[in-house]
T-cell receptor, first 115, second 114 residues
Framework: AQSVTQLDSHVSVSEGTPVLLRCNYS??????LFWYVQHPNKGLQLLLK??????LVKGINGFEAEFKKSETSFHLTKPSAHMSDAAEYFC?????????????FGQGTTLQVKP | DGGITQSPKYLFRKEGQNVTLSCEQN?????MYWYRQDPGQGLRLIYY???????QKGDIAEGYSVSREKKESFPLTVTSAQKNPTAFYLC?????????????FGDGTRLSIL
């Protein structure tokens, strides 16, 4: 069965410093992995996705993530945080066992950006 | 602009009442999904539909019902059997019900009990 664990429930950084949001996954299959961002009282927006192509995936707004099979990790990074990056971030893995497009969500990481 | 429209943005339910949340998409997507989000938690799948006139229960379907009579529409009814309905409800769609397809989300409906 697939699962995903976000290692930090809350991350706080200063504006202009790097961002690291950690995610580990468990999957019996070659996984499809996603990162989504959610601003308050809004829906989720796709930041990036990994689907067995290049292991370093570039997304929107300067975010990128690296798929490391040996470490079963898919951490999200950004070189320099902006105030507008403050939001909830979800690491997501596809439920490949059902072939229905179902997604399995992590618990979320709240990113705080201090001026 | 293509996208997913959820309405209303806020909804209040009285005891014993059924309420229906609307979800419409103009992306020509085959698959649609309903999620429930509680504070500090990830999203949990309520129901999903891979194609018109077909839908399946997700992980927490009890107390909810859906229909998929048109490709563009996937309304969710929260019945009186759902004893703890207060939550943020999100509708999503994907081009096809495949593992490599990202889902597109609406802006949600917040349901509260009067």
């Amino acid at each position: 069965a697939q699962s995903v664990t976000q290692l930090d429930s809350h991350v706080s950084v200063s504006e202009g410093t790097p961002v690291l949001l950690r995610c580990n996954y468990s999957s019996s299959y070659s996984p499809s992995l996603f990162w989504y961002v959610q601003h308050p009282n809004k829906g989720l927006q796709l930041l990036l996705k990994y689907t067995s192509a290049a292991t370093l995936v570039k997304g929107i707004n300067g975010f990128e993530a690296e798929f490391k099979k040996s470490e079963t990790s898919f951490h999200l990074t950004k070189p320099s945080a902006h105030m507008s990056d403050a939001a909830e971030y979800f690491c997501v893995v596809s439920d490949l066992s059902s072939n229905t497009g179902k997604l399995i969500f992590g618990q979320g990481t709240t990113l705080q950006v201090k001026p | 602009d293509g996208g997913i429209t959820q309405s209303p943005k806020y909804l209040f339910r009285k005891e014993g009442q059924n309420v229906t949340l609307s979800c419409e998409q103009n992306l020509n997507h085959d698959a649609m999904y309903w999620y429930r989000q509680d504070p500090g938690q990830g999203l949990r799948l309520i129901y999903y539909s891979q194609i018109v006139n077909d839908f399946q229960k997700g992980d927490i379907a009890e107390g909810y019902s859906v229909s998929r009579e048109k490709k563009e529409s996937f309304p969710l009814t929260v019945t009186s059997a759902q004893k703890n309905p207060t939550a943020f409800y999100l509708c999503a769609s994907s081009l096809q019900p495949r593992a490599d397809q990202p889902q597109h989300f609406g802006d949600g409906t917040r349901l509260s009990i009067l």
